[in-house]
């Protein structure tokens, strides 16, 4: 099925551990059946890197025997003779990292491969919990911590609408009442000049609030190597654009990845019924899983609690390794 077999990088074969590369079809196939997947370990996500950023991109299916573990994208450049290979929330992981023993043996190799030499380096920001397993799972490749866990939420839309919405905190629920009642009117933007000027509002409020993220090139060029994956609407009252919203589908997971708004749109709660009618578009996609993008307690509390509102299951990653 796989279209390339790989060993450690050490050269000792690993019986237990086959490393494989995947054409695109077999990746996509693979990764829309993990379910919960992270964007930054999509297809289109590395194609995008690749592009504006001069990474090269390694894709690797890793296995035992025929049974997929785990999917990893990982992301490479050298600086003369420095080598450094970033891997961003992944692996996407086909078993229980913290419950099945092979996952041990699959952090070691991956470690091995990209640290196989004294100046190549490995910068790891693993698709594992805060958990004291995670954090052994990692330490035990000879890796330490030097950036805290990123945090963010899943919202499960294999949900009925009804259970959605009744998950919906009420403050959240009663805004939402509220722009349905003022007549905000959402729709997709479907034009390709309707989803530019989307991306150029997005990089403008990007820089106004200061926060990071990928900017409009990046989403654009991410959007140019999957067609399916950017979804924009807007909100209008009174025939005046008010507001809007950008997600990214991966697999059959999608990111929230930012909403703008002016004053009308604040007024009308335009930024509740956006997401909502973003919740309900992604289901008629068949899109299961809904990561927030991201929670920042601390620098964007309002958002924090924006998001919070819509009734997801909290998660925070173990943290970044080097």
């Known amino acids: 099925m796989l279209a390339e077999t790989r060993e450690p990088s050490d050269g000792t074969p690993d019986l237990s551990m086959t490393w494989r590369s995947a054409t695109r079809a077999q990746w996509e196939a693979l990764f829309r059946e993990a379910g919960k997947t992270s964007l930054e370990q999509s297809w289109a996500y590395g194609e995008a890197l690749a592009k504006l950023h001069g990474q090269r991109v390694e894709r690797h299916v890793i296995s035992e025997g025929d049974t997929p573990l785990a999917l990893l994208q990982a992301f490479r450049k050298r600086y003369w003779r420095i080598g450094v290979t970033r891997i961003l929330r992944g692996p996407i992981w086909r078993v229980d990292p913290l419950n099945d023993p092979r996952a041990a043996l699959l952090c070691r190799d991956i470690a091995r491969r990209y640290r196989s030499r004294p100046l190549d380096f490995l910068s790891w920001l693993p698709e594992l919990p805060q958990d004291p397993r ?15 866990g990123y945090a963010s939420a899943w919202l499960d839309l294999r949900q009925n609408p009804e ?92 990111t929230y990845m930012a909403s703008w708004t002016g004053a009308a749109g604040r007024a009308g709660q335009a930024h509740n019924l956006l997401l909502w009618r973003a919740i309900e578009a992604l289901r008629q996609d068949g899109i299961q899983w809904l990561d927030l993008g991201g929670l920042n307690t601390e620098s964007q509390q309002g958002l924090a609690r924006f998001k919070l509102g819509l009734g997801g299951k909290v998660f925070t990653l173990t943290g970044s390794y080097l």
């Not at 959605?164 to 009663?174: I, T, V």
């Not at 309707?194 to 991306?199: E, G, I, V």
């Open 134 to 148: 995670s954090a052994a799972l990692i330490e035990a490749q000879g890796l330490r911590r030097v950036v805290t």
């Open 163 to 254: 259970a959605l919405l009744a998950g919906l905190h009420g403050k959240w629920r009663g805004a939402l009442r509220k722009a349905e009642r003022e007549g905000t009117v959402v729709a997709r933007d479907l034009k390709k000049r309707q989803r530019q000027a989307a991306l150029l509002l997005y990089d403008s409020f990007r820089h106004k609030k200061r926060f990071v993220g990928p900017s409009g090139e990046f989403i654009a060029a991410l959007a140019a190597a999957d067609k399916d994956a950017l979804l924009t609407l807007s909100a209008r009252r009174d025939d005046k654009l008010v507001a809007g919203v950008v997600l990214l589908r991966h697999g059959a997971s999608a």
